[in-house]
């Protein structure tokens, strides 16, 4: 790998399944390494060691897996402590962080009377007033310092992938907390610490964190770090309109794994949708990285709509080789080859729905008899032999002939004799797959 190869992360806490939104930001960023030769590094933020559960992680891994997306490296920041402690350390030793003493009620108060003044409700600096003997005073009171990073009050400008020239005026923003009062970090500078020491150059992710990226790059270029390009991507919703939520448990993959969905189905959507590339069906992975394109991203937050996954899903499935399809197949307990699958590929949004079906075939069938008269007439004339390719065409002619039933009226009685259902998949293929005997016997109103 040379040593421009583009380096990208995905970074999710793991505090609950992941969502087809997030599938969207991981895909995003490992297709980019995929594309360009590059690597790709899975993040766990999970410095919140209340809310981070070592099941999510796995669970997270898995998904990806699931998708295609292996990692090229895992870190936990749960194990990179001693790094930003040394980060902060520096910024202390720069004046850039700074300890403030106020309270939650405190600085709600202040907020307040900004808003009644017709003020901006900015944090005012004032601890950066207090001198040690104040500090000492206060913490005399009991009280424990959280750290602000002194923000230069610039515009930040950068020229983001996905939305173009872009700038933030730091000057409106409150000096964020990097450092909470009980000592642990708030995303920020564990972020920023992991980029720039694991040398990151792209960061793709939701425009949710749009703000933050300008008080990201003045961390970056105070450690003299460079500074990575960033692209925001629009976020994805519910059809409804909601944004999606892990803790709701929105859409997780999991749930879509389970419901039988098509990794590169779900892949496509996760990654076309809201973007100038039609929703459609994508070979595979390499495929789908040669169509990011982040100019082609909307402005406007994409709608997720399981309707256009099903329809995609079932394109992927009608077209679906029987060796592709074989190894699951075979898991769900379903037989009769190649044959039985292209019988019913066609009839499937999902795959597992083949199981549906393969007891037409394996039986037992309750036959349902609309007409026994013409149903024994069926029987009668059901070709020697036993039934193959030819048999359909060959029965249902005899049929038409002697009874003169053609349409529905010659199908119908057929289908709920053979299969005990008014629908499915094209009776002719399945013949030979349900055998003669079979035939026979449900003809005749026999459960086989
Ligand atoms: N853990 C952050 C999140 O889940 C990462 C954001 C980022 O990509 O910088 O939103």
Redesign the pocket.
């Known amino acids: 790998m040379s040593a421009t190869a583009p380096k990208l992360r995905f970074?999710?806490?793991p505090t609950g399944l992941i969502h087809i939104g997030n599938a969207r930001t991981a895909l995003m960023n490992a297709l980019h390494a995929r594309r360009h030769g590059g690597s790709f590094i899975l993040r766990f933020?999970d410095t919140d060691r209340e809310r981070s559960r070592a099941e999510y992680a796995q669970a997270i891994s898995a998904d990806l897996a699931w998708l295609g997306i292996v990692p090229d490296i895992t870190v936990r920041q749960s194990e990179r402590f001693a790094l930003y402690d040394a980060v902060a350390d520096r910024l202390r030793a720069m004046g850039r962080l700074y300890p403030c003493y106020e309270t939650p009620d405190e600085l709600e108060f202040k907020r307040k009377r900004q808003l009644a003044r017709g003020l901006p409700p900015v944090y005012d600096r004032a601890a950066l007033d207090l001198d040690a003997a104040a500090r000492a005073a206060l913490e005399a009171e009991g009280r424990k310092p959280h750290w602000r990073f002194k923000l230069d009050a610039r515009v930040v400008v950068w020229d983001d992938l996905v939305r173009g020239e872009s700038r933030i005026d730091c000057a409106s923003l409150s000096d964020p907390v990097l450092i909470r009062a009980d000592g642990t970090y708030l995303?920020t500078l564990p972020?920023v610490a992991d980029d720039a020491d694991l040398g990151v150059t792209h960061?793709i992710?939701g425009e949710d964190?749009v703000t933050n990226t300008a008080v990201q790059i003045q961390l970056f270029e105070l450690l003299g770090a460079t500074v990575p390009a960033f692209g925001h991507h629009n976020l994805l919703t519910t059809a409804s309109g909601e944004g999606l939520s892990k803790r709701l448990g929105h859409l997780s993959l999991s749930a879509l794994r389970e419901a039988g969905y098509e990794p590169m189905a779900v892949a496509a959507l996760a990654v076309l949708v809201g973007t100038s590339e039609a929703v459609r069906p994508v070979a595979d992975l390499d495929a789908l990285a040669g169509l990011l394109d982040y100019s082609g991203i909307s402005r406007a937050p994409a709608k997720f709509d399981e309707h256009e996954l099903e329809s995609l899903n079932a394109r992927i499935v009608h077209e679906m080789p029987y060796d592709t399809a074989r190894p699951r197949l075979e898991a769900l307990g379903i037989g009769g080859g190649a044959a039985f699958w292209e019988a019913v590929r066609k009839n499937l949004t999902r795959l597992p729905e083949a199981a549906e079906w393969w007891p037409v075939v394996a039986g037992p069938v309750t036959p349902v008899i609309a007409d026994a008269v013409f149903c024994e007439t069926a029987a009668r004339l059901l070709p020697e032999g036993a039934p193959d390719g030819e048999t359909w065409s060959a029965w249902t002619k005899a049929l038409k002939q002697e009874t003169g039933a053609r349409g529905r009226a010659l199908f119908m009685p057929l289908r709920l004799a053979l299969t005990g259902r008014d629908h499915g998949p094209e009776l002719g293929p399945l013949l030979p797959l349900i055998g003669r005997e079979k035939i026979v016997a449900r003809l005749a109103g026999q459960s086989a």
């Open positions: 970074a999710p806490s933020d995303y972020s960061i992710r964190h």
